[in-house]
T-cell receptor
Framework: DAKTTQPPSMDCAEGRAANLPCNHS???????VYWYRQIHSQGPQYIIH???NNETNEMASLIITEDRKSSTLILPHATLRDTAVYYC????????????FGAGTTVTVRA | NAGVTQTPKFRVLKTGQSMTLLCAQD?????MYWYRQDPGMGLRLIHY???????AKGEVPDGYNVSRLKKQNFLLGLESAAPSQTSVYFC??????????????????FGPGTRLTVL
């Protein structure tokens, strides 16, 4: 799997958009970008995934650069409940069972 | 719909003792996984199963055994616990999708975790 690089931490004001960057410069053509988050002491939670097109769901938006070497997770209106560790993971599609979690980005949403 | 449940939530063992962690899911998922998470680190895959009666090693399998006798249950065993196995253990399950579906879909659903301390 391609290695990912994320900033260790970032702060965000409540109600503002949170933009979480992820670098994956060695990503292969058949690897997807996944985002999970882990709220303190809980199991990780799936947020979104994509291959090369931008994706949006009820939780977030995923913007992938045209060369696919980086991506940004956008939480459009951050709330205090979005405070968590966010993991950017790249993996081959459904045949790859493993999720390789790095250190992630600790996001703190402040009132 | 309980999702993924884990038993027990907390446990303290002495070195050399054995125990079994139980994971149960009610979503009829084919795939199940056991991860461990040490303080300040991401999750690491211990073992996984792609169906009833099948198991495979993950990234850190040493010192653990698993069994998948029923589709809804995945057991993780520690035969002789060591202090290095002090960790939080997470179970997860996923649905692999069918031919013709969006083949990248393999969202994993996680349980609440089991905090294990080995003295």
């Amino acid at each position: 799997d391609a290695k990912t690089t994320q900033p260790p931490s970032m702060d965000c004001a409540e109600g503002r958009a949170a933009n979480l960057p992820c670098n994956h410069s060695t990503i292969s053509g058949n690897e997807y970008v996944y985002w999970y988050r882990q709220i303190h002491s809980q199991g990780p939670q799936y947020i979104i995934h994509g291959l090369k097109n931008n994706e949006t769901n009820e939780m977030a938006s995923l913007i992938i650069t045209e060369d696919r070497k980086s991506s940004t997770l956008i939480l459009p209106h951050a709330t205090l409940r979005d405070t968590a560790v966010y993991y950017c993971i790249v993996r081959v599609g459904w045949d790859d069972y493993k999720l390789s979690f790095g250190a992630g980005t600790t996001v703190t949403v402040r009132a | 719909n309980a999702g993924v449940t884990q038993t027990p939530k907390f446990r303290v063992l002495k070195t050399g003792q054995s125990m079994t962690l139980l994971c149960a899911q009610d979503m009829n998922h084919e795939y199940m996984y056991w991860y461990r998470q040490d303080p300040g680190m991401g999750l690491r895959l211990i073992h996984y199963s792609v169906g009833e009666g099948t198991t495979a090693k993950g990234e850190v399998p040493d010192g653990y055994n698993v069994s998948r006798l029923k589709k809804q249950n995945f057991l993780l065993g520690l035969e002789s616990a060591a202090p290095s196995q002090t960790s939080v253990y997470f179970c997860a399950s996923s649905y692999p999708g069918l031919a013709g579906e969006r083949r990248s879909y393999n969202e994993q659903f996680f349980g609440p975790g089991t905090r294990l301390t080995v003295l």
